[in-house]
């Protein structure tokens, strides 16, 4: 299946405490290197690769190009960038910030309940939250889940009201 990630504050971890992933190549030019991955993202995105598609989803403007060299520096393909300049030439600037459905993804991975929220009737957004040590499980449970055709956990920090519905 089609899986997406979100950069900032999923794969791209800035908080204080962040634990981020050894460059895997040392002859990885230093100037393409760039961010640092959030730990335990190689492992994770080079185990689903093997089984799936992998693309990013990113609301920034980050280009495709160096997003692509730059998750390759860790061992790890990913198959297209959604940027925003791509997302708003499909969508313009109005409605949903992200809707992975359209796009053909089966699963979103995100920080932001907002982006669940948006997709909610599709059910195809796993939120994990950037000071989560145990993120990468829980994106491996909301594979399988939606393998099975199951629906991924609410996020955890959903806001009471949404809960219900
Ligand atoms: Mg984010």
Redesign the pocket.
Known sequence: MRISF?????LICYQPGALHEPPRSRWWPRLWRGEPLRSGAATLLADLAAGHELWVY??SYRHPQTVSWWLWGYGVRVRYVINQYRHEQVFGRRGRSKHPAAFGIRLHV???WG?WLENRFERNVCVVLPDDPDWAQKVRDAVARVARNEVPAPPPDLPEEYRAG
Not at 6 to 10: S, W, Y
């Open positions: 979100d950069l900032d504050d999923t990113t609301t995100d920080d932001s982006v």
